[in-house]
């Protein structure tokens, strides 16, 4: 589970409940500089729930999670793979854009997930996909290179399927195989949504099974007499 603070309640939540504690949140200093938060859109019972780390110019004055070219992007990659962007719900690990887009600090991130912990809560997905390092690690609870657990199946809170990629302002930004790594992870989520792919819990149980018959092999693998 992320990293929830006290400060803000991430019991269960109805959906007006969880924006009006959204836009009503004072719980940290970026509330300061905010046009709007980011509350989260898309439907409320999606089956997959959008990732992003922090909002810039464009969602703070929208109060969407990506808007803009990255969500130009986005939406042009999940129509790519044969997923209605209407169908899908995004959001925001942290709410309110920072000043001078500087990194959100440490304790701000741990604050604010605990909205995030809210809206998992009232969406219930089967899939996330993560776009970026920070939202990977936030729902990992453990800090990870994004290059090390891009496009993989992961298992979360208990059963939900994890997949990281990249964020799509990587591909504004001409980033090398951002774009074909953003396709290629958003068509795993899909083929789970569809039952072609195992969720993050099968996958985990084919590797162990893997791992198992390879130290087996090895135990009973052919010996060489000297
Ligand atoms: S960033 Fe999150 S915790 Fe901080 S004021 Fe905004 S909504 Fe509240």
Do not use: W
Request: net charge positive; aromatic share 0%; charged share 25%.
């Amino acid at each position: 589970m992320p990293t929830t603070c006290s400060s803000i309640d991430p019991g269960p939540r109805s959906a007006r409940g969880h924006e009006r504690a959204v836009k009503g949140c004072t719980s940290c200093a970026l509330h300061e500089g905010r046009e709007q938060p980011v509350v989260g859109d898309g439907p409320r019972d999606a089956r997959l729930l959008i990732v992003t780390d922090v909002p810039r110019r464009h969602e703070d004055i929208h109060g969407h999670a990506l808007a803009g070219s990255s969500r130009n992007v986005l939406d042009e990659a999940l129509l790519h793979v044969g997923i209605d962007p209407a169908s899908v719900r995004r959001t925001s690990v942290v709410r309110c854009r920072p000043p001078e887009d500087r990194t959100p600090t440490a304790d701000e991130v741990a604050t604010c997930s605990a909205h995030l912990s809210g809206e998992l809560s009232l969406v219930s997905p089967e899939v996330i996909v993560s776009l970026g390092a920070m939202p990977t690690s936030v729902l990992l609870g453990r800090p990870v290179r994004l290059e090390r657990v891009a496009g993989y199946r992961l298992d979360i809170l208990g059963g939900v399927t994890l997949i990281p990629t990249f964020h799509p302002s990587e591909v504004v930004r001409g980033v090398p195989a951002a774009s074909i790594a953003l396709r290629r992870d958003l068509a795993v989520a899909k083929a789970v949504l569809d039952g072609r792919m195992g969720s993050g819990a099968q996958a985990r149980s084919e590797l162990r099974s893997r791992l198992q018959q390879q130290a087996r092999r090895s135990a009973t693998g052919p010996r060489v007499h000297a």
